[in-house]
């Protein structure tokens, strides 16, 4: 089979470091960039790196991620979420190649939804950030690029600032804490997903299956649900989580009460099972208590 250049956008993040371990051993080319290397942004640059590099795939793993910042800043967030990927979009088109984006379940989130979210759902993002990667899926579609759309939710790993490691600290450093029960979704181990992609990448399963598809891990907890978990695979016995009202927390972004993805679309066309979160938590703390000792 014929070896592909696969391009990484965002490859110092959370998602770009777990396909740097997914990469390991591949036959392909991985090529790793984040802004220091690639500036997304700046269109000729992306261009000029597809044709140098003879780009074959693009993994889109760059985005402005900060949620309550993206109210107060909507440019920077519209320009890394939208502009940005017609850029990429653009330029690997040109080369007949594929786009891999990643997206979010905060394209939802304005209708009342108690059923898992489906791929064909109407997106009705309720903030800036949500709003910006909507665009970006409607850019891509636009530019009539080959592509590979998938949406992810509450994402954690081993790598930088995120839920599980912050709620790792806070229950072994707080007598006790208020989290929120109502918001709703699934936790996303970054390394499932990174290595979701690549058996995709591998297999070329994104030949002629090209579209938008939902991946977090199986199952449904609230916040309060998923810090509790976090708590007891740890051992921090000693905080008293309690249940609180979304309310209780001033954000200047009204969050998705309830976002949670449908995956039958992409069980049923790739042939992969998705594990459950809860299984996919104790792997990821397991990892962060090695990596400590």
Same mark, same amino acid.
């Given at each position: 089979?014929?070896?592909?250049?696969?391009?990484?956008?965002?490859?110092?993040?959370?998602?770009?470091?777990?396909?740097?371990?997914?990469?390991?051993?591949?036959?392909?080319?991985?090529?790793?960039? *984040?802004? &220091? /290397?690639? @500036? $997304?942004?700046?269109?000729? +640059?992306?261009?000029?790196? %597809? *044709?140098? &590099? /003879?780009? @074959? $795939?693009?993994?889109?793993? +760059?985005?402005?991620?900060? %949620? *309550?910042? &993206? /109210?107060? @800043?909507?440019?920077?967030?519209?320009?890394?979420?939208?502009?940005?990927?017609?850029?990429?979009? @653009?330029?690997?088109?040109?080369?007949?190649?594929?786009?891999?984006?990643?997206?979010?379940?905060?394209?939802?989130?304005?209708?009342?939804?108690?059923?898992?979210?489906?791929?064909?759902?109407?997106?009705?993002?309720?903030?800036?950030?949500?709003?910006?990667?909507?665009?970006?899926?409607?850019?891509?579609?636009?530019?009539?690029?080959?592509?590979?759309?998938?949406?992810?939710?509450?994402?954690?790993?081993?790598?930088?600032?995120?839920?599980?490691?912050?709620?790792?600290?806070?229950?072994?450093?707080?007598?006790?804490?208020?989290?929120?029960?109502?918001?709703?979704?699934?936790?996303?181990?970054?390394?499932?997903?990174?290595?979701?992609?690549?058996?995709?990448?591998?297999?070329?399963?994104?030949?002629?299956?090209?579209?938008?598809?939902?991946?977090?891990?199986?199952?449904?907890?609230?916040?309060?649900?998923?810090?509790?978990?976090?708590?007891?695979?740890?051992?921090?016995?000693?905080?008293?989580?309690?249940?609180?009202?979304?309310?209780?927390?001033?954000?200047?972004?009204?969050?998705?009460?309830?976002?949670?993805?449908?995956?039958?679309?992409?069980?049923?066309?790739?042939?992969?099972?998705?594990?459950?979160?809860?299984?996919?938590?104790?792997?990821?703390?397991?990892?962060?208590?090695?990596?400590?000792?």
């Amino acid at each position: 089979m014929e070896r592909k250049n696969i391009l990484v956008t965002g490859a110092n993040g959370q998602l770009g470091n777990c396909l740097r371990n997914a990469a390991r051993g591949s036959r392909d080319n991985y090529i790793f960039t *984040d802004v &220091a /290397e690639l @500036d $997304i942004t700046d269109r000729e +640059a992306v261009a000029r790196m %597809v *044709d140098e &590099a /003879e780009i @074959d $795939i693009i993994v889109n793993c +760059a985005a402005y991620t900060n %949620v *309550d910042r &993206a /109210e107060s @800043d909507p440019a920077t967030a519209e320009l890394l979420n939208s502009t940005a990927v017609r850029n990429l979009a @653009d330029g690997v088109k040109r080369r007949g190649g594929t786009l891999i984006h990643i997206s979010t379940d905060y394209v939802f989130g304005g209708e009342p939804y108690n059923v898992p979210c489906r791929e064909d759902q109407k997106g009705t993002p309720t903030g800036v950030y949500g709003l910006t990667k909507l665009h970006g899926e409607q850019q891509i579609a636009e530019s009539g690029v080959k592509a590979i759309v998938l949406r992810t939710a509450w994402l954690y790993s081993e790598y930088g600032r995120n839920f599980v490691k912050t709620m790792l600290d806070l229950t072994a450093t707080r007598k006790q804490l208020n989290v929120v029960f109502d918001q709703t979704g699934t936790p996303t181990y970054a390394q499932d997903l990174a290595d979701a992609i690549r058996a995709i990448i591998e297999g070329r399963m994104y030949e002629g299956r090209e579209g938008i598809y939902h991946y977090s891990n199986e199952g449904v907890c609230s916040w309060y649900d998923f810090t509790k978990a976090i708590a007891a695979e740890a051992g921090h016995t000693g905080c008293d989580i309690r249940p609180c009202h979304t309310d209780e927390f001033p954000s200047p972004v009204r969050r998705p009460a309830y976002s949670v993805l449908d995956k039958t679309k992409f069980k049923q066309t790739f042939g992969m099972s998705v594990p459950y979160w809860t299984d996919s938590l104790k792997t990821c703390i397991k990892n962060l208590k090695e990596n400590e000792a």
